[in-house]
């Protein structure tokens, strides 16, 4: 596996390696700077990891990593590649993958088609929402946003205690199953405002962008820092 950038390129140099019993190891050893090697430190610290576990994964001693974290030897190659495979590993278990049930708003609020479109005005105003599903006959079948409701109200024609939100409703959202990827749901909210959240047909929440944007930046490692 390629290291990071910010573990530095593969530059070779001889002697001065880490040791095992005091004598030179004679795998070529990678030229880093305290810098990046002090980054290793940052990713296990970040993943609440004991420096002993990631030592006994590498297969070397607590006092060697400490040693290498602060600069003081230069690993082998070999070795900063297990190192970092390891960290790798282990970031990608303790990040969670995101999903549309971990993003939505389960609390969601829908109008039906026969309402009059003051009631709607009404309910988005009081909800403080943007656009909400529209249903009939238990079924969504279309979608009201303010942008709708805006030129509802701002033309002529009929009175408004006639005008009903079937008559001025937009096309339904689209839907996604609970375990749909949160990050794809960021490509389908660039093109329409909101995406509703299903499990096995029956509606559980609504996504829209600020549901997602506040779901994606709370996104938070499982362990907790470790000394």
């Known amino acids: 596996m ?57 297969g070397r001693s607590d006092a060697t990593i400490s040693r290498i ?35 939505m708003t389960r609390n969601l609020v829908v ?27 238990g079924k969504v079948t279309g979608s009201l946003s303010e942008a709708a409701l805006l030129r509802a109200l701002g033309e002529g024609g009929s009175p408004r205690s006639r005008v009903r939100v079937r008559d001025v409703q937009e096309s339904a959202y689209p839907q996604v199953d609970t375990d749909f990827p949160a990050d794809i749901l960021a490509t389908l909210l660039t093109q329409i405002p909101a995406v509703l959240v299903a499990h096995r047909g029956t509606l559980q929440g609504i996504v829209t962008k600020t549901d997602l944007i506040r779901g994606l930046r709370g996104t938070t490692m499982r362990r907790t820092p470790a000394p």
């Open 111 to 137: 109008i039906d088609a026969s309402s009059p479109l003051h009631a709607a005005a009404q309910l988005m105003e009081q909800r403080a929402i943007s656009q909400i599903p529209v249903v009939e006959g």
């Open 69 to 103: 974290e602060r600069g003081q030897i230069r690993p082998s190659y070999e070795l900063v590649q297990r190192i970092v495979t390891y960290l790798e590993a282990q970031e990608g278990i303790a990040t969670p993958r995101l999903t549309a049930r971990d993003v």
């Open 2 to 58: 390629a290291l990071p950038s910010s573990l530095g390129r593969e530059a070779f140099a001889g002697g001065g390696a880490e040791t095992g019993r005091g004598k030179p190891h004679k795998s070529p050893t990678v030229s880093l700077s305290v810098e990046s090697l002090a980054e290793i430190r940052k990713r296990r610290r970040a993943l609440g990891m004991p420096l002993g576990e990631l030592a006994r994964a590498v």
